[in-house]
């Protein structure tokens, strides 16, 4: 892994409800996450419905392994619930990312800690 390069981050997020602005919030607010920690962003990949194939998020997770060779790579996410709302699932989700060699953050979560000194 280089560590002087910047994490290669790939942003993810599930949009079931066809709500536009918000889903466009959302991404925004993780790009905007990436750029204060001067992560390069490789792309994003946005779930449409509730399939529960989740082909996007596979889709993403073979780029990470192609892409982050050499990389620390991190999935990004706004909150834990854009992966899914069934903690298992997100788990077993996040799980792919881990074996490919990345990390999941989620932007609210990051921002709770910062809050509290953590």
Not at 77 to 90: E, M, N, T
Request: hydrophobic share 45%; net charge neutral; aromatic share 8%.
């Amino acid at each position: 892994m280089t560590n002087d390069a910047p994490a290669l981050v790939f942003i993810y997020d599930r949009d079931s409800g066809g709500d536009a602005p918000a889903l466009q919030a959302r991404v925004n607010e993780c790009r905007a996450y990436a750029r204060l920690l001067g992560w390069e962003v490789a792309g994003q990949w946005v779930e449409r419905g509730d399939s529960e194939n989740r082909l996007f998020w596979r889709a993403m997770v073979a780029a990470m392994a192609f892409q982050g060779i050499g990389r620390r790579v991190v999935c990004l996410v706004s909150s834990w619930d854009r992966i899914s709302a069934d903690p298992l699932k997100c788990a077993s989700l996040r799980q792919l990312v881990h074996d490919a060699g990345g990390v999941c953050y989620a932007v609210a979560e990051a921002g709770k800690a910062a809050s509290s000194g953590s």
